[in-house]
């Protein structure tokens, strides 16, 4: 069976600092691989996608950035965190060549303060 | 522009009671997804509905999908505490690959 993983769970940074959210993927192979925001327990704007190994599709601008450097790995990342990252951050992993089902990880809380 | 409107967006009720949350758009899906999701925890697969017209159940919750495949609807029926949670529907405009669309969610909260 397959399974996502996500750490940390939560964490507070303050403004300015660096951040990197890792999520990994067991069980399957080549995943779609994405990452959402959550704001106060509402919609999820998706923020990246992948769906191979270096392959990068940002959806919105913003102060983050995502890499994959390996086929079941992928991580989130920010050289300097806004106020405005705050949020809960969801990792989703999907089969090769669909979207319409997806599989969410249990989640990062950020605070930045 | 939100292409998925989800409502309501609270809805409130005492176990044992039925209800019926929608997700509407005017916009085509090829398939949609509902989620329910727990404060603190990812979003979790309930259904996918992918023909226009199809009805599925889960137990207590009835999931349909419009004839046009623009909306969705959950009936949940006899509510449960258990049943707490934000239930979101997703939408994926295209065929094979493409990226989902969430609704904001309907929060549900059964009381005992």
């Known amino acids: 069976s397959q399974t996502i993983h996500q750490w940390p769970a939560t964490l507070v940074q303050p403004v300015g600092s660096p951040l990197s959210l890792e999520c990994t993927v067991e069980g399957t192979s080549n995943p779609n691989l994405y990452w959402y925001r959550q704001a106060a327990g509402r919609g999820l704007q998706l923020l990246f996608y992948?769906?191979?190994?270096?392959?990068i599709s940002s959806e919105v601008p913003q102060n983050l950035s995502a890499s994959r450097p390996q086929d079941r790995q992928f991580i989130l990342s920010s050289k300097k965190l806004l106020l405005s990252d705050s949020g809960f951050y969801l990792c989703?992993?999907?089969?090769?060549?669909?979207?319409?089902?997806?599989?969410f990880g249990p989640g990062t809380r950020l605070t930045v303060l | 522009t939100q292409l998925l409107e989800q409502s309501p967006q609270f809805l409130s009720i005492q176990e044992g009671e039925n209800l019926t949350v929608y997700c509407n758009s005017s916009?085509?899906?090829?398939?949609l997804q509902w989620y329910r999701q727990e404060p603190g925890e990812g979003p979790v697969l309930l259904v996918t509905v992918v023909t226009g017209g199809e009805v599925k159940k889960l137990k207590r919750l009835t999931f349909q999908f419009g004839d046009a495949r623009k909306d969705s609807s959950l009936h949940i029926t006899a509510a449960q505490p258990g049943d707490t949670g934000l239930y979101l529907c997703a939408g994926a405009r295209v065929l094979g690959y493409s990226t989902l669309t969430f609704g904001k969610g309907t929060m549900l909260l059964v009381s005992p």
């Open positions: 916009s085509v899906f090829s398939s």
């Open positions: 989703a992993w999907s089969r090769t060549g669909t979207s319409d089902t997806q599989y």
């Open positions: 992948s769906v191979g190994i270096g392959q």
